[in-house]
């Protein structure tokens, strides 16, 4: 069966040509500070499980070491120039994007396949993480269409992968990180903490309150760890559990479903749900670090309102 | 008082953020505060990071999909994906951010989430698309409104999956409602959660998607309709690509089938 450490290996084997890259790159001011970081990187993917807790606990201090102190930075590898480039896409036409499309259309064809084919039967694929792995599947096929179709350097996807890398550069491991800091929060019982503040709050008797609490508490919270999943269980146990489902016997699906969601809109405007909200920035290559964000709130607090009105409601 | 201690890490985190320190430094000195102000030795604490970032390093696999992306950039995916849309007469930064939101909302509903993202399409296709169009509406990008629309376009990614795959009666987050509320002997069915995530969803799509018209209107009064008309890099290039795109689409009519 292909499961997730399959694809821990593909990801591996590439950090760790990109540290070999990196280190080769005569050119790249930082390259052996590069080299270190893809390089543990690589390690983490390869030989994670083998490390133990404190073994991994090293390898992320190492790891936050060499970015907190500026010992990763951006390499130029060779490639194509602006011009060229316009002259390849005229020439190439729009046959360039059949590549592009070999993975979205192979997640989303095997996912379909798996889930209502005969094909599900044969356990080819870890169940929990199909898309995931059809997504490694569609990239490889990618890159192997594309080599035989343009015939590149050999060493071109990878060297073109470093410079996409370097583009993101640290911002690549602060998801991670945060979910690792949101496991600390729950050892530590910062959610109770939170939770209890929020519950003390509401004045007796007050409904409205009480759901205003806990749609912006779910947001607000939500914005402090980086994610909804860590914020739920929290809001849930402090008001909307005993208060809005016990003590006004509001509707639990609504509850649920609308709070996670409002939860999510507190997602959409803090720096700690650095997945959606950073590596972007990073990925477009923005200039302002926080444009994601700035782009988001609009968005984000005229839902969250329609979220607490939802919920007063539709609940009750 | 010493019950609230484990909150310092928050108040790190906040004020990091607002410095700009490295966030991984920040996140780092938060996480020891805030286990050490719990009372928890401080090997404990670095157990507990280490464990929780091995166990979570599957956010980071989805970079696997940078090789195809930079090696079909260096082919010129980008200034395709522009062509294209120069290509489309009506097209607009905000109405094809529009139908991606739409498309990404639909697929996070049926529980395709990691068909599309920020790595697999944004970068390569969706920004490219949305400064093309805006390209063509103004006759020419500034920096800034550059910015502007990169930002929207991965600001269109992220609602339109939050508020899509709720729909989804598999996903993780309505698995967790339902686990959590199991806990206090509260039964729910999955399809309940998921018929409950709808309004927000048509909510969440009028709202980003007002705001994306609001954008073409925005683009439209932020600079006269072409402006420095010669000379200018951007301009010359949209309309450089606007014939090529004609003719290499005639190509594709006369010899794809």
Redesign the interface.
């Known amino acids: 069966m292909i499961t997730?450490t399959w694809?821990?290996i593909?990801?591996g084997a590439?950090f760790a040509a990109f540290a070999i890259l990196s280190a080769a790159d005569r050119t790249h001011a930082k390259r052996l500070g590069n080299a270190a970081f893809w390089g543990l990187?690589a390690l983490?993917?390869l030989a994670?499980?083998h490390?133990?807790?404190?073994?991994?606990?090293?390898?992320?201090?190492c790891?936050?070491g060499l970015?907190?102190f500026?010992l990763v930075g951006r390499g130029d590898p060779e490639?194509?120039s602006?011009k060229?480039?316009?002259?390849?896409?005229?020439r190439?036409?729009?046959?360039?994007?059949l590549?592009?499309l070999i993975?979205?259309v192979t997640?989303?064809l095997g996912?379909i396949a798996y889930n209502y084919t005969p094909f599900g039967q044969s356990g080819l694929f870890d169940p929990k993480?199909v898309?995931?792995i059809l997504?490694?599947i569609g990239?490889l096929s990618?890159?192997a269409v594309?080599?035989l179709w343009?015939h590149?350097p050999v060493l071109?996807?990878?060297?073109?992968?470093?410079?996409?890398?370097d583009s993101?550069g640290?911002?690549?491991?602060?998801?991670?990180?945060?979910?690792?800091?949101?496991?600390?929060?729950a050892?530590?019982?910062?959610g109770d903490?939170?939770g209890g503040l929020a519950g003390a709050v509401i004045p007796e008797g007050n409904r409205f309150v009480a759901v205003a609490v806990y749609a912006l508490g779910m947001a607000g919270f939500t914005m402090?760890m980086g994610n909804?999943?860590a914020a739920?269980?929290v809001m849930?146990a402090a008001i909307g559990?005993p208060l809005l489902?016990q003590a006004y016997h509001g509707d639990?699906?609504?509850i649920?479903?609308?709070?996670?969601?409002a939860g999510?809109c507190g997602?959409?405007m803090t720096?700690?749900a650095?997945?959606?909200?950073?590596?972007?920035?990073a990925?477009?290559e923005?200039?302002?670090r926080n444009?994601?964000i700035?782009?988001?709130i609009?968005?984000a607090l005229?839902?969250l309102l329609?979220?607490l009105l939802?919920i007063y409601f539709?609940a009750f | 008082m010493s019950a609230y201690l484990p909150l310092l890490g928050i108040a790190i985190v906040v004020i990091g953020f607002l410095l700009k320190f490295n966030p991984l430094l920040v996140v780092t000195v938060a996480a020891f505060v805030t286990g050490i102000a719990a009372g928890f030795d401080p090997l404990a604490v670095l157990a507990a990071l280490g464990k929780s970032f091995n166990d979570n390093r599957f956010v980071t696999i989805v970079y696997i999909v940078l090789p195809v992306i930079g090696l079909l950039e260096r082919f010129g995916l980008q200034q395709r994906a522009r062509a294209l849309i120069a290509g489309f007469k009506g097209a607009t930064a905000g109405r094809l951010l529009l139908a991606y939101l739409l498309m990404r909302q639909a697929m996070s509903a049926l529980g395709l989430t990691s068909v599309a993202g920020h790595a697999q399409t944004v970068r390569p296709l969706v920004a490219p698309m949305g400064e093309a169009a805006a390209e063509t509406q103004l006759g020419g990008l500034d920096e800034d409104t550059r910015e502007t629309v990169k930002s929207y376009a991965a600001a269109t990614d992220n609602v339109g999956l939050f508020f899509g795959e709720d729909i989804f009666i598999a996903i993780g987050s309505i698995l967790l409602i339902k686990g959590t509320f199991e806990t206090y002997g509260i039964e729910i069915a999955p399809l309940h959660l998921s018929l409950w995530a709808i309004p927000t969803a048509v909510l969440a799509f009028l709202i980003h998607g007002a705001r994306l018209l609001l954008l073409d209107r925005r683009l439209a009064h932020s600079s006269p309709r072409h402006p420095r008309e010669s000379g200018d890099p951007a301009s010359s290039y949209g309309s450089v690509m606007k014939k090529r795109d004609s003719r290499v689409r005639g190509n594709d009519e006369g010899g794809g089938s």
């Open positions: 997730l694809l821990y593909l990801g590439m990187i983490s993917f994670g499980d490390l133990g807790d404190l073994g991994n606990g090293m390898l992320v201090l790891l936050v970015a907190g500026g490639t194509t602006v060229e480039r316009e002259a390849l896409s005229a190439l036409g729009n046959r360039l994007f590549p592009a993975i979205p997640a989303l996912t993480w898309t995931l997504l490694g990239a990618a890159v594309t080599m343009l590149p071109a996807p990878l060297q073109e992968g470093r410079r996409l890398m993101v640290w911002a690549a491991l602060l998801p991670q990180m945060l979910a690792s800091l949101g496991a600390v929060f050892l530590a019982g910062v903490i939170i402090i909804a999943f739920f269980p849930a559990v489902i639990a699906a609504v649920g479903a609308i709070g996670m969601l999510f997602t959409l720096p700690m650095a997945n959606f909200n950073i590596v972007p920035a990925l477009l923005l200039k302002d444009g994601v700035k782009a988001q609009g968005t005229p839902l329609c979220n939802l539709l």
